[in-house]
């Protein structure tokens, strides 16, 4: 006891203004919290059969996720097929999982992504192995967030170092392109993009040749973060000590030796943290797609909140979408500041 | 292309600068420095700093380029073709000021990486070659830590095995002793003794003048980008002929 007043004199009321803010974040704990939990658990109903029972309570309607959950994960991938999608978001979060053991960085890793995806492509389209064809209009919810941020942040990756390369590049006209790329890409909204890729790039393609929806906006929303990963890698490239290039060159390494073997290994392990930075925001990003008549997370909840027997359940429905997502950033975010810890450790 | 072809040796310099100059903006940092070496020979080169010494021999690997004038290595210009440059870089090793080991990678790493990507050598057979000179450089023990775990003295040794695994015909010694600790001077001008015996051809930027009086066919002396005087050590030293180089020698010499 005389440990823990100590631990709180130390830590919450040293200084007058530390004390003030420590009081301060205490009322507003209390003002805050009782109110939350009384509507989230007390008074929360998980079994009301609509809306209108619900507010009998007074609590949150838990009842519409409980029956909604399904739509809200998967949409209108088809209803006894949805274990599909459901074992490709397992995929999914152990191939994550997997990649973030430095243990297993390695070639085999690549392979282990390359053998996941094909999985994955099986269980969503279908059409072999006596699973019905299901095509990509239905790949909704979770498994089409997770499909579009994981493939855009791994197409836009390699991208990303071309344009980082290219901008710091001693040809003019390379650096030139890199940097009106760039620009202008992080001078316009993601959502002028993605409406050029839904709706203007259809008009330019050839008549038979028809790119589905889905990929027009993963392609789309690939060459958007390129440009800010590329930003982000050109500082971890501009922190590398001269002498690393001179004593590459030196030794006689040409240029892309240089790069792959010296200064990209050392630029990319410097930029982590501000990468992750950028793929929570890119994975926050695919939202946006809703906007161009995509069913993913938000758009599903969406639809159920229109449901009539549901209709005023913004707030849980919300909240439910709220936290998948969180539980993915809160995720990564806690991984870089592993990996940054793990890295800097040894050298 | 000719100029790769390698005219037949005999008495052809290993390096050649004839009038080379160059210009940092406004500032002249080389002017008209012409100069040659041979098979063989090794020169120290000493001047205040500021005095084009570094620059001089950057230009011999094209670490900088020259804006005037002519510079043949083995008897290849250097000009803007990088295959010139390449082929030249893979004959002439050099050692940095501040070591530039490549900190990602192990000591062995650090040493076969270019004896693999640029030679094309197998894997093992690398290796074993990275553990000769390991052993020439006295660390063999040190082949599987990384860089930052080294002292100054035995990275600098690290960074002169790995340019020797490149086999280099010259050897170019950019301030190699000033970033260590007094302590540590001496096992490195061990090593660079070591390999001015075996008869490499070296130039050294220094001003370790215990060493150069040791080793040098030539002392150079430079200052505000031009050769001043250039003599054997025995008369550099005893009877330097410009006043500059005195004043220079009298205060680097005080201690």
Known sequence: MAKAVAWVRARLFNTPVNALLTLLILYGLAVTVPPLFDWGVLRASTSAADYAACRQSGGACWAFIGDWYRFILFGRFPYDQQWRPAVTVVIFIALLLASSDRRLWHRRLAVLWIIGLVVIGILMWGGIFGLPYVETELWNGLPLTLILAVTGIAFSFPLAVLLALGRRSGMPAVRVLCVFYIEIIRGMPFIVFLFMGSVMLPLFLPENLTIPKLWRADIVFALFIAAYVAEVIRGGLQAMPRGQFEAAQALGLGYWRQMRLVILPQALVISIPALVGTFIGAFKDTALVTVVGFFDLLQDVTAGMNDPHWRGAYVEGYAFVAAIYFVFCYFMSRYSRYLEAQLSRGR | ?255
Not at chain 2, 34 to 45: A, K, N, P, Q, T
Not at chain 2, 92 to 110: A, C, E, I, K
């Open chain 2, 1 to 255: 292309m000719s100029e790769l072809s390698h005219t037949a040796a005999g008495d052809l310099p290993m390096i050649e600068l004839r009038h080379v100059h160059k210009w940092f903006g406004a500032f002249h940092v080389l002017n008209d420095v012409s100069l040659s070496v041979r098979r063989g020979e090794r020169v120290v080169i000493c001047g205040p700093s500021g005095s084009g010494k570094s620059t001089a021999i950057r230009c011999i690997n094209r670490l900088e380029h020259h804006q005037q004038g002519e510079i043949f290595v083995d008897g290849i210009e250097l000009t803007d073709d990088i295959r010139q440059i390449e082929a030249v870089r893979r004959e002439v090793g050099m050692v940095f000021q501040q070591f530039n080991l490549f900190p990602h990678l192990t000591v062995l790493d650090n040493l076969t990486l270019a004896p693999i990507w640029v030679r094309k050598m197998p894997k093992r057979e690398a290796e074993a070659l990275a553990m000769h000179y390991l052993e020439r450089v006295r660390i063999p023990d040190q082949a599987r830590k990384f860089p930052g775990q080294l002292s100054g003295g035995q990275q600098q040794r690290v960074a002169i095995a790995r340019s020797l695994c490149m086999k280099p015909q010259v050897m170019l010694f950019d301030e190699p002793t000033s970033a260590l600790d007094p302590e540590m001077i001496k096992e490195v001008l061990d090593v660079m003794v070591g390999l001015a015996d075996d008869g490499m051809t070296m130039i050294v930027v220094t001003h370790e003048m215990a060493f150069a009086r040791r080793v040098a066919d030539l002392m150079i002396f430079m200052d505000r980008g031009e050769i001043v005087e250039t003599a054997p050590p025995a008369e550099f030293f005893s009877a330097p002929k410009s006043e500059r180089t005195r004043l220079f020698l009298s205060q680097i010499l005080r201690d």
